[in-house]
């Protein structure tokens, strides 16, 4: 599996680099804009990623943001839904507007932080990456 990791907050990027690499290569950058122009490289490189997971919160470019320049990087390539990144936004904003946002601008998955490792691993299966 290919991922892309977006987080801005050293420790969490840390842990979810450790946390993400024992199920594939682990891409990571550290701010949305980053986020999206790895994403285009890749696409470019005919290696796209399965799973990316944005922060919310981050500077240049938040994790909103970065969701919106992939999913226009797709349509424009006319990549079919069933083929598209699948997204996990990972975010200590938890509230309903967020979670609601995140969703009208097509992550699959909202992880709230701090991570639990095996909830996300049920998400990873769900989403049947691993």
Do not use: H, W
């Not at 470019?44 to 994790?63: H, K, Q, T």
């Not at 390539?77 to 097509?106: H, Q, Y």
């Amino acid at each position: 599996m290919k991922i892309l990791l977006s987080e801005d907050d050293f420790a969490t990027r840390k842990f979810m680099t450790n946390f993400l690499s024992k199920y594939g290569e682990c891409d990571v950058t550290v701010d949305g804009m980053e986020a999206v122009d790895a994403f285009m490289m890749a696409l470019e490189d005919g290696e796209p990623y399965d799973l990316a997971c944005l922060d919310i919160m981050m500077p240049v470019m938040d994790g909103y943001q970065a969701l919106v320049g992939i999913r226009n990087l797709e349509k424009e390539r006319n990549i079919p839904e069933d083929k598209a990144v699948k997204v996990i936004m990972t975010t200590a904003l938890n509230d309903e507007s967020n979670v609601k946002m995140a969703f009208e601008l097509g992550c699959t998955i909202y992880s709230g932080k701090p991570i639990d490792q095996e909830r996300f691993e049920q998400a990873l299966k769900k989403l049947n990456l691993i």
